[in-house]
């Protein structure tokens, strides 16, 4: 019951996270990919609550955005123009969950578009790549780990239920993919598969190269609870009255690995969406026009928008309350107290 | 301690082996090759690109690529580069070097500063100091690697405190050689500070906790009751005792900080492995792609030779117990 409480506050705040990006439609004020051509590089738009008269505005408020006069690309707030913020207004189509098809959307403006976290080079609104670039970035983690886990499950418990050379070949193997560190190991993958690919494809192909990176550690988890759970005394008792080998592993020995999974898959589903994150950043995972988290960061590797655009910048941050909820979901979720036990076992794949 | 030594370095030898296996494994899964583009290209006859392909061998089985390549690595070439038309060996060593010199200055300065922080929070378990680095090495942990580099990065071009990219400045062959060290030293500052603070946070909480493990244990106690110095205690006595588990972690620290290199490299265009194998990827370039990973698992193998050798000289347990044997 302890262990519950430990964990439920991390689960609230993973899902709220998660909700938001899954309802990316609603809470983004545009289409990810439609473009503005005639406003690259905006800068955030800042909320104001007092004018320049000094009056307080309950309905926050921004600036439209002029160009500064000899410039081209310096803006400057246009305090003759203020643009309110609407609340749960109609807009641009979108489907919920990839299902429903719907208009609201949380905030949005009358007549202009609002950039509350800036535009890119084509005019797109920042925030509502950020936010369908979480639902890519998410579900290739999430689908990603999914995959290792079971791939890693399934050669852990082959390997220690039946032993023999089966566990020497299978466990000689995972030291292979333990020992390279993961990045060259992602980048083997990669470089032997097709590189121009439609964005579904990249998606999948993402999948599946971080889930063949990191099966290794689970695998190597499992194995050693399948391996002392096959000798307990009621496992031989139920062998000795004649319980079949798939009997045995479903019904007592591979409950057994129910919470090491669990916690595996609080450390894993970080990592790989920074992973997901890492190749699309060096172009090598979902291509332009979809939004990722990782792409959007790529053209900070343009020395011009690295200096000129910092905005550009702030998509990274947005890993931080991911990480920050998952590791608190991973520390909650050992038995024992101590975060440190948790990395001990993590390290192999950090490595 | 030769059969010690032996024993390991046959272990290394032969997860370098595998490495190797794995890598080709991979090639005959791969669609395509770096001619298929030229079969776009109208002037580019269908007979030359299967003269090509039969002369770089491609068309070969593998177990024949594979021998024909342990040859050229037996003779220091590493196969074949088609972008660069030539060995691969020389073009690798260059940029390797350059990784090298990252990852190793990295690896250092991320032990000078975990291990004294480690041992000054465990031995303050508890209390405020313990409480400030659990809490900065806990906000350090979450940030992700790429957005520490991408943030180091975008607040030094905004305040131009270190030069950023490449690891020269222009001039920098009319510098005389004490110039050039803190020329060289400027620019690795900034990718160097990226590697370590994103290795600290894991390496200063395995310090602490080891160091704690130890810290009460009875001939810990007695060494105070002798009246040995503080310092002296942890430095001489409790460090040594918690080398172990530490030991481990500096083999697994390297791979670490090899992967963390590979894309701090690419950001912020250190002329090291990071972009020369993405740009290899890109075009193909399967024996420059082997070489690199071929590179790394060379390099962390020897880095956790080095770690056995270590523990071998620290922990007189695996003296007497390879002795014995």
Redesign the interface.
Known sequence: MSRWRKVAPWLLVLAVLHGIVVCAGFFAPYDPIEQDRKNPYLPPMRLHFVDTHKHLHLRPFVYAFTLRPGSFDQYMEDTSHPLPLKFFVAGDRYRLLGLLPARLHLFGADNERIYLLGSDAFGRDQLSRLLFGGQVSLLAGLLGAGFTLLIGWCIGAAAGYYGGWRDDLLMRVAELFLALPWLYLLFAIRAFLPLAVNPLQAFFLIVAVIAAVGWARPARLVRGIVLSAKERDFVRAARGFGASDVYLLRRHILPETSSVLLTQTAILIPQYVLAEMTLSFLGLGVPEPVPSWGNLLSNLQQYSVLVSYWWMYLPALIMVPFFLGYLGLASALQESPGAYKIERRSLGSLA | MIRYLLSRMAHALL?VI??SL??FL??T????NYFDEMRLNPQIAPETLSALRAHYQLDRPLPIRYVSWVNSVLHGQMGFSFAYNSPVAPLLLVRAKNTLLLTITATLLAWAIALPLGVWSAERLGRFPDHVISWST?IL???????LA??L??LT??TGWFPT?GMASVDFESLSSLNKIRDLAMHMTLPVAALVLSALP?LV??V??SVADVLHAPFLLAAEGHGIPRRTLLYRYALPAAAN?LLS?FG??I??L???S??IE??MSWPGLGPF??E???A?D?YV??G??LF??IF??TGNLLADMLLYWVDPRIRAESASR
Not at chain 2, 141 to 147: E, K, M, Q
């Open positions: 997860l595998g490495v794995l890598a991979f090639t899964l791969a669609p395509g806990a942990l979450v940030i992700p690697d790429l957005a991408l943030g990065l975008v071009v905004r990219g894991l909480r395995h602490r906790a588990p972690l697994f620290s791979g670490a090899l992967s963390g590979l894309l690419v950001v194998l993405l290899a990827i890109l193909r399967i792609v082997i690199g990973v790394s698992t962390l193998a």
